[in-house]
T-cell receptor, first 111, second 116 residues
Framework: DAKTTQPTSMDCAEGRAANLPCNHS???????VYWYRQIHSQGPQYIIH???NNETNEMASLIITEDRKSSTLILPHATLRDTAVYYC????????????FGAGTRLTVKP | GAVVSQHPSWVICKSGTSVKIECRSL??????MFWYRQFPKQSLMLMAT?????????EQGVEKDKFLINHASLTLSTLTVTSAHPEDSSFYIC????????????FGSGTRLTVV
């Protein structure tokens, strides 16, 4: 069963903020929300993760709702190089706990 | 940041031959490594989990005799596709786990296998 639900695709204008939603209504108390992205023919690239507080780093911001059932990844100023498939993953980080990918959201940043 | 090197980045082989893909953690020790396969326009699918010094655990439907995984050291895991066939053509990606790092998982750059 899919643990996250994301839109199949989204478009964003270059220079504008890209807001990528993710629903994870069955998230467990100890599971984190991770975001990775995959540019064509490359391995997944880590973006950000969080447990319950909002997080920000040099790449993006992660907004997690108070009930933790959904989150939004924000790319503040999207560039053409941000065109990729974005994966939202809920996961308890442990050596024997593999990371499973859903279908993700294909974000296309347009000039 | 943590770096996981995958080699080769692409390979073309003849049907019936075997191909070995290496996954190395360059600046950290990985107690666990994961192997994924990705077909065109699809997501990553976990194939197997390998722990250093022990046998790999394969996902249902993945043939362990066809996809041989060796994790002989804390920095190297190999995936050998034996008797490759055109349907094995895919993008293979490894991931290495290190509890001391954030995030704990670091992915390799992937290997594009084409069997002709």
């Amino acid at each position: 069963d899919a643990k996250t639900t994301q839109p199949t695709s989204m478009d964003c204008a270059e220079g504008r903020a890209a807001n990528l939603p993710c629903n994870h209504s069955t998230i467990s108390g100890n599971e984190y929300v991770y975001w990775y992205r995959q540019i064509h023919s490359q391995g997944p690239q880590y973006i950000i993760h969080g447990l319950k507080n909002n997080e920000t780093n040099e790449m993006a911001s992660l907004i997690i709702t108070e009930d933790r059932k959904s989150s939004t990844l924000i790319l503040p100023h999207a560039t053409l190089r941000d065109t990729a498939v974005y994966y939202c993953i809920v996961h308890w980080p442990d050596a024997n706990n593999d990371m499973r990918f859903g279908a993700g959201t294909r974000l296309t940043v347009k000039p | 940041g943590a770096v996981v090197s995958q080699h080769p980045s692409w390979v073309i082989c003849k049907s019936g031959t075997s191909v070995k893909i290496e996954c190395r953690s360059l600046d950290f020790q990985a107690t666990t490594m994961f192997w994924y396969r990705q077909f065109p326009k699809q997501s990553l699918m976990l194939m197997a989990t390998s722990n250093e010094g022990s046998k790999a655990t394969y996902e249902q439907g993945v043939e362990k005799d066809k996809f041989l995984i060796n994790h002989a050291s804390l920095t190297l895991s190999t995936l050998t596709v034996t008797s490759a066939h055109p349907e094995d053509s895919s993008f293979y990606i490894c991931s290495a786990w290190d509890r001391a790092r954030v995030p704990g998982y670091t992915f390799g750059s992937g290997t594009r296998l084409t069997v002709v």
